[in-house]
């Protein structure tokens, strides 16, 4: 399958192995940014060290504690606000045309989810 578009209420994700140059598709409901390959694979691995830091963290906070904890690279940079269980993302693409995009606590692991399924088919 060549072309793969995920969505759900308030987050999408896609890949298109056959374009030229943005070959990936991240947003919400009233935003989008296509991604290089690189880009994309490096917003997909630093969304799993930040889920992983959180789980670690959970562990030494209170339940009423929130969290803000933020990962980045020379492409991609991303940060969790909230509580361990429930926290928003906000992401800021950090080369050529630069962006950034915002994701409500609510939809975050259903994005999660559609980011690690999404180049496995």
Known sequence: MAR????GV???VGWDAQAA?????IGAEDWAFEL???ELEEFARLLNQLVSA???MQAELMDEEAISCEVESD?????????????SLHLMVLTGRRGEGH?????VPELIQAVRS???F
Not at 4 to 7: Q, R
Not at 21 to 25: A, E, I, P, W
Not at 103 to 107: G, K, S, T
Request: net charge positive.
């Open 4 to 7: 793969l578009l995920k969505t």
């Open 10 to 12: 308030g987050w999408r």
């Open 21 to 25: 140059t943005f070959q990936g598709l």
């Open 36 to 38: 290089t390959n690189a």
């Open 54 to 56: 959180i789980a670690q």
């Open 75 to 87: 492409l991609i940079w991303l940060e969790a606000n909230g509580y361990p269980h429930a926290y």
């Open 103 to 107: 994701w409500a606590a609510a939809v």
């Open 118 to 120: 999404l180049k496995m």
